[in-house]
């Protein structure tokens, strides 16, 4: 075994073989930290190394274990795959380690044998989260340890089915000399845990940090690595927390799941759009609730806006929180030329309350609605819900999966739908009792219906 030195952006992992005062991979300034590189030889013998013709190989079938979080195994699919690799990624306290606890607790009682290693907190700290949880019987094993080889040979000793680490940059393997957390360690502790999971069929979870600024000797350098990547995010002061695939080697990656962080654990919110409007205030100007995919799964969210003559003249304020920053300046500048407004003088606040993120272009309406109500100060008419995408000359696209939208809009009340015309045709054939679609072909005329 050779061994060279190498320099690694903490931040992309990008090498060099000298040190770079700024990463030209992914622009970041000090980054780079020099590692021990080890260049193994090929130890990647899990795999068969001859050819096989193809009517030979087998059919891959696909044993998944279901969790008794029923979220939890649609993000992943439709449950774990026997033998895959699950990195889970998050920023500090979002509730990664009482995520999988949970799933340690659910796999244990159904009489599944687990591993539990945690580099980071002692027996007796997971034992209190536990308790919280609610853990009692089963074969759920404990180990505190940050040697990856002692790890690993406690893992062949027992043979968990179920194996997780927690995280991946917490432990070390001696075969390098770099300290833990830096890329090459996080890469060498996935790839032992990985031939590990291939080697015995042992389905594993790896708990990977994510800082804000920045994936910090980044899970993302490990996404090629494993077979799903997961991430779990949301905001602090808010309780809910959104999990979502990245990658799924075994399913598609448009489902999320969205838990509710408590006492007990985290609790999947079976009726999300109920959760994002509850404390909606009736009769608001400003406040539109627009129909939004998520993942695959309708959602009503509350978009407000914010209109106030500006302080500074030369410069008024354009303020987003949970919308795509450029996308709301076009929409501004569209209602600017098609409605008549001038925004020289006014800061403008757009929001999607509940700290949610919306990127997808069918919530335009919904910014121009709430944007024209806070100007006109004039509250939405009640019970009405609206979504479309809004095109540079005012004129009102069609978007995916109206008939959801409508429906999601429906279940909580909102009778009367604000859609674009072009969806309209496509749902003539659809049953949908007590609701009124209100087909629009532009914001002029969107607007006038509303106000
Ligand atoms: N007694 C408790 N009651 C409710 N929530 C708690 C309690 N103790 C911890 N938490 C929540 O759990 C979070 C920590 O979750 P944890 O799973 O340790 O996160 P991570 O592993 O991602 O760093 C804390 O931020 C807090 O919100
Ligand atoms: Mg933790
Ligand atoms: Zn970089």
Redesign the pocket.
Known sequence: MKSKSVFICQNCGSQSPKWLGRCPGCGEWNTFVEEIEEVAGAEYSFLPSEPVLYQNIKEFKKPRAKVKIEEFNKVLGGGVVLGSVVLIG?E????????LLQVARDFAVEDEKVLYVSGEESLEQIKL?GD?LGVRDGQLYLLAETSLERILAQAEKIMPHVFIL?SVQAVFSSKLSSSPGTISQVREVANQVFRFAKRNQVSSFL?GHITKEGSLAGPKSLEHMVDVVLLFEGEKDHSHRVLRALKNRFGPVSELAIFE???AGLQAISNPSAFFLKERPANEAGSVVVSTIKGSRPLLIEIQALVSSTLFASNPRRMTVGLDHFRSSMLLTVIEKKLGYSFGGEDIYLNVAGGLTIEEPAADLGVVLAVVSCLKNRPMPPGVAAFGEVGLSGEIRSVGQALGRVKEAASLGFATVVLPQGNVAQLEKEDLPGTRLRGVKNIKQAIDLVF
Do not use: A, Y
């Not at 500090?92 to 995520?99: A, E, F, N």
């Open positions: 998050g500090p306290g979002i509730g990664k380690s009482t995520l989260r919280r927690d708990i962080m408590g006492s």
